[in-house]
Structure formats: C-alpha cells, structure tokens
C-alpha cells in the first residue's frame, strides 16, 4: 500500500545549526505535502505546505523542496533555536487522503 | 488552533466499556476526520466524514464506529474498548480548496484501557 518514510527518526543539533528532515513517498497521486511541528503534549500545527506544481516554499526559517520525479520532499530549518524542538511529521496527500511519516524528533542543544 | 475542540482530554476506562470520544469545531469546515497517534507509528485515520450524510472507513476502523451529528461535530465510539486501543486521538477539520485538503487538529484525547 501506500506509505511515506521518513528520517531519521531522531536529530540533535547545536543551537544555531541547520536541520533537515527527509521523506519519500511511494503513491505518484499525491499532490500537497504538509509539514506538522507537534510539541510535547500538543496537536499537531501546520508549519509550512507545498503543492506539486512547485518545486520549493520558504517561510523565513523553514523551507520545503520537492522532487516529484524522485518521490522525495524536505523540510529545513536554519538557524535552530530551543523552541523548534518537537517531532515534526511529513504527509503526503491526494485530496482527502493522508499519509503521515512517522515522525522526527528534534532536539535543538542550547 | 481553539476552533477545533475535543472532549474528554484525558480519560481512563477499563475493558469491555463503551466509550465515546466527541469533537467540535467552529472553522465552518465540512470534511471531518479521526486519527489514532502510537508512537513511532505517526497519525493514521480512522473514519472521516465529507459531510452529515457521508461516512467512510479510514485504515483502522475495526473496532471503533463514529457519528456525525451536525456539520460542527464528529464523535468517535469504542462499543467495547480493549487495552491496545490505547491511544492518543486526534479530530481533524479540513477545508478542501484547489484540489488539495489542509487539516487542522484538535487538542487530543489521551484514552487508556486498563
């Protein structure tokens, strides 16, 4: 069936530094790609989407690219500051259906 | 985001219970949704709801039934809970537009079954 991987699972890094998280997607439908920042004990809060007609978004921190050829699509987070520590989930998406990555935790070292 | 609302937040019952899991919203959104978060298996759907008289099956939907009793409110019922329904579950709300479907989700309802 379908599903959407995602890595890694776990990233630590120094305050200040870059992240990147990486998934991939298997269903060639999938059109609209949401990234969610879920904080300890809270819902899940759209950060940053991308549709399939376009190929990168930013949004002053955090930027999305994706490759639809290759069925894979980042999120990246420069500058890192304590309050970007969270899991942060991928979808994929073909109208109604999601399907989630399984999620990575951030964890941003002052 | 306070426009989508879930009752309980926290709730302990034991085998066999029935239970039932309610969500509001006030966006105005007609596509409702019921998710289960285990960790390290991410979100996946349980039912979702295009409107009052459309209901559908997601990929986990044995053992959990849902009603859609107005346009804002969604509930989720466990007829007989059993321990691996222990969950954290999410409601959602969409607003599909230009082909693609953004959803926002309620607080969580941590269930445990003992």
């Known amino acids: 069936g379908e599903n959407v991987e995602q890595h890694p699972s776990t990233l630590s890094v120094q305050e200040g530094d870059s992240a990147v998280i990486k998934c991939t997607y298997s269903?060639?439908?999938?059109?609209?790609f949401p990234w969610y920042k879920q904080e300890l004990g809270k819902r899940p809060q759209l950060i940053i989407d991308?549709?399939?007609?376009?190929g990168e978004k930013k949004d002053q921190r955090i930027a999305v690219t994706l490759n639809k050829t290759a069925k894979h699509f980042s999120l990246h987070i420069t500058e890192t500051q304590p309050e970007d520590s969270a899991v942060y989930f991928c979808?994929?998406?073909?109208?109604?259906?999601?399907?989630f990555g399984t999620g990575t935790r951030l964890k941003v070292l002052a | 985001d306070a426009d989508v609302t879930q009752t309980p937040r926290n709730r302990i019952t034991k085998t066999g219970k029935r239970i039932m899991l309610e969500c509001s919203q006030t966006k105005g959104h007609d596509r409702m949704y019921w998710y289960r978060q285990d960790p390290g298996l991410g979100l996946r759907l349980i039912y979702y709801s295009f409107d009052v008289k459309d209901i559908n099956k997601g990929e986990i939907s044995d053992g959990y039934s849902v009603s859609r009793q107005a346009q804002a409110k969604f509930s989720l019922s466990l007829e007989s809970a059993i321990p691996n329904q222990t969950a954290l579950y999410f409601c959602?709300?969409?607003?599909?537009?230009?082909?693609?479907?953004?959803?926002?989700f309620g607080p969580g309802t941590r269930l445990t079954v003992l």
């Open positions: 269903d060639s439908a999938s059109n609209y």
């Open positions: 979808a994929a998406s073909e109208a109604y259906k999601y399907i």
């Open positions: 959602a709300t969409s607003d599909f537009r230009g082909n693609t479907d953004t959803q926002y």
């Open positions: 991308i549709r399939s007609n376009v």
